[in-house]
């Protein structure tokens, strides 16, 4: 991508995080996703690790090789004129220095920006001083490659706390993330934070752009806005809901051996379209 194209995105999607408006982010898994968000009119684009790794036969967690990750993701960039933000889970690397390597070859690919999570596997937590050191070597990847992208760290202490309170889950989350955004981050995701009362503190608590992840019963959309959320993304909801779909209308024609189950409300037409 022209250098000058990307860093333009990168400052769009930026500017997107001003907390004027809430920023909602459709994670795409592959090109088609991309092309057909964008054909609906959201302002960027994010990406889902499991959307991805499932569509290219893989589990989630970092399973996919990152030369997979690159590829899927220049192939997202290219479909769309979006900002592109890639869910980049751990960094892909032991260390720091590790991280900060892939991180330049993913900025390779055109992206706006990039996820980094504080989780290790789903199971438990980095040590902060670790997590940090990870943000701080993306950003100064970024300012090597010239590129300000837009960082994104996830807090998973609401995901593998364990047994912790929510006040102990609180008070911890606060610590991550000022410590993130010491070390670089632009944005802080506390992945699993629910409730509407504690989601507003903790922005009051910041004063910084939060991400929230979609999910039903989520807080309207003014509501968000009102207490200051920043961004909402989708994680692997819209992957699911379009593997879910397709399994219900394959086991309706395995079953019965009907069609009827097989027509489209977005058929091959639509979909021809995006692409010429």
Same mark, same amino acid.
């Given at each position: 991508?022209?250098?000058?194209?990307?860093?333009?995105?990168?400052?769009?999607?930026?500017?997107?995080?001003?907390?004027?408006?809430?920023?909602?982010?459709?994670?795409?898994?592959?090109?088609?996703?991309?092309?057909?968000?964008?054909?609906?009119?959201?302002?960027?684009?994010?990406?889902?690790?499991?959307? #991805?790794?499932?569509?290219?036969?893989h589990?989630?967690?970092?399973?996919l090789?990152?030369?997979?990750?690159?590829?899927?993701?220049?192939?997202?960039?290219?479909?769309?004129?979006?900002?592109?933000?890639?869910?980049?889970?751990?960094?892909?690397?032991?260390?720091?220095?590790a991280?900060?390597?892939?991180?330049?070859? !993913?900025?390779?690919?055109?992206?706006a920006?990039?996820?980094?999570?504080?989780?290790?596997?789903?199971?438990? !937590?980095?040590?902060?001083?670790?997590?940090?050191?990870?943000?701080?070597?993306?950003?100064?990847?970024?300012?090597?490659?010239?590129?300000?992208?837009v960082?994104?760290?996830?807090?998973?202490v609401? #995901?593998?706390?364990?047994?912790?309170?929510?006040?102990?889950?609180?008070?911890?989350?606060?610590?991550?993330?000022?410590?993130?955004?010491?070390?670089?981050?632009?944005?802080? &995701?506390?992945?699993?934070?629910?409730?509407?009362?504690?989601?507003?503190?903790?922005?009051?608590?910041?004063?910084?752009?939060?991400?929230i992840?979609?999910?039903?019963?989520?807080?309207?959309?003014?509501?968000?806005?009102?207490?200051?959320?920043?961004?909402?993304?989708?994680?692997?909801?819209?992957?699911?809901?379009? &593997?879910?779909?397709?399994?219900?209308?394959?086991v309706?024609?395995?079953?019965?051996?009907?069609?009827?189950?097989?027509?489209?409300?977005?058929?091959?037409?639509? #979909?021809?379209?995006?692409?010429?």
């Amino acid at each position: 991508m022209n250098p000058a194209r990307q860093i333009e995105r990168a400052q769009r999607l930026l500017a997107l995080h001003d907390r004027k408006r809430v920023l909602l982010l459709p994670n795409a898994w592959d090109a088609g996703s991309a092309r057909l968000f964008d054909d609906l009119g959201f302002a960027a684009i994010a990406t889902t690790s499991g959307g #991805m790794a499932w569509s290219l036969g893989h589990a989630d967690g970092e399973q996919l090789p990152l030369a997979d990750i690159l590829a899927a993701t220049r192939r997202i960039v290219g479909a769309t004129q979006l900002p592109v933000t890639v869910d980049f889970e751990g960094g892909h690397g032991a260390t720091a220095e590790a991280v900060a390597a892939n991180v330049r070859a !993913l900025i390779s690919t055109g992206i706006a920006g990039l996820n980094l999570e504080d989780g290790i596997e789903h199971r438990i !937590l980095r040590d902060v001083d670790d997590a940090a050191a990870r943000i701080a070597a993306a950003r100064a990847a970024a300012q090597a490659n010239g590129v300000p992208i837009v960082i994104n760290a996830r807090v998973d202490v609401w #995901m593998v706390g364990g047994d912790a309170s929510d006040d102990v889950r609180f008070a911890d989350a606060i610590v991550r993330a000022r410590r993130y955004l010491a070390a670089g981050a632009d944005c802080i &995701y506390p992945i699993g934070l629910a409730d509407p009362a504690m989601i507003e503190r903790f922005i009051a608590a910041l004063d910084a752009p939060v991400n929230i992840g979609a999910r039903v019963g989520l807080s309207a959309l003014d509501e968000l806005q009102r207490i200051g959320v920043a961004r909402v993304s989708s994680a692997t909801r819209l992957a699911t809901i379009a &593997y879910s779909a397709a399994r219900a209308a394959a086991v309706n024609w395995h079953d019965s051996g009907r069609c009827d189950g097989l027509d489209a409300s977005f058929g091959y037409v639509d #979909m021809q379209r995006l692409f010429t």
